[in-house]
């Protein structure tokens, strides 16, 4: 039973580069999430998505774009990596309002 | 802004010690959960409370829910290296949404 899968799991951009974080879940759930976790900050809501269709800020969005390609997988791209990119990144699933499953994360650094 | 505060944010005890972990919200939470997360690993679900005043015990491990579903605390007895750890507190607000504490890191010497 795999859960939540993310690719890559390790990532070095150059500021400026693009890239598209992958999520895919196999929970038949309704909700999936981005998050980034950086030291002492705890986890901070990018974008997620209530359903398939549909998708809305979080906290952070600013610099990112997702796409909720189908029910199983929703996807962040990053158009012009800066260095305030460089954190790890979390894709979770649920059925709202249980709690959330998550991946193992993407290590992302941008030089 | 809501906020949820958690203390202390890093803890190092040997093995065998007790300790207890807090977290504290001016606001009401319908729910809070706690998750544990290993290095390299995401968070992973450990219990969720839901009533004021509930108390849930996970092994060596106490979960509770404070009265005004405001705050809650976690605490561990005759702590072990396998308990090393981040521990994060997640509450869900009224309008559904899941906010949550900076965490508190957690290492047990053996």
């Known amino acids: 039973n795999a859960g939540v899968t993310q690719t890559p799991k390790f990532q070095v951009l150059k500021t400026g580069q693009s890239m598209t974080l992958q999520c895919a879940q196999d929970?038949?759930?309704?909700?999936m999430y981005w998050y980034r976790q950086d030291p002492g900050m705890g986890l901070r809501l990018i974008y997620y998505?209530?359903?398939?269709?549909?998708?809305d800020k979080g906290e952070v969005p600013n610099g990112y774009n997702v796409s909720r390609l189908n029910k199983r997988e929703f996807s962040l791209r990053l158009e012009s990596a800066a260095p305030s990119q460089t954190s790890v990144y979390f894709c979770?699933?649920?059925?709202?309002?249980?709690?959330?499953?998550f991946g193992n994360g993407t290590r992302l650094t941008v030089t | 802004t809501q906020l949820l505060e958690q203390s202390p944010q890093f803890l190092s005890i040997q093995e065998g010690e007790n300790l207890t972990v807090y977290c504290n919200s001016s606001?009401?939470?319908?729910?809070l959960q706690w998750y544990r997360q290993e290095p390299g690993e995401g968070p992973v679900l450990l219990v969720t409370?839901?009533?004021g005043g509930e108390v849930k015990k996970l092994k060596r491990l106490t979960f509770q829910f404070g009265d005004a579903r405001k705050d809650s605390s976690l605490h561990i007895t005759a702590a072990q290296p396998g308990d090393t750890g981040l521990y994060l507190c997640?509450?869900?607000?009224?309008?559904?949404?899941?906010?949550w504490g900076a965490g508190t890191k957690l290492i047990i010497k053996p």
């Open positions: 979770a699933s649920s059925w709202d309002p249980s709690p959330l499953h």
């Open positions: 997640a509450g869900r607000d009224s309008n559904y949404q899941l906010i």
């Open positions: 606001s009401v939470f319908s729910s």
């Open positions: 929970m038949n759930h309704n909700s």
């Open positions: 409370v839901v009533t």
């Open positions: 998505s209530a359903s398939e269709g549909t998708t």
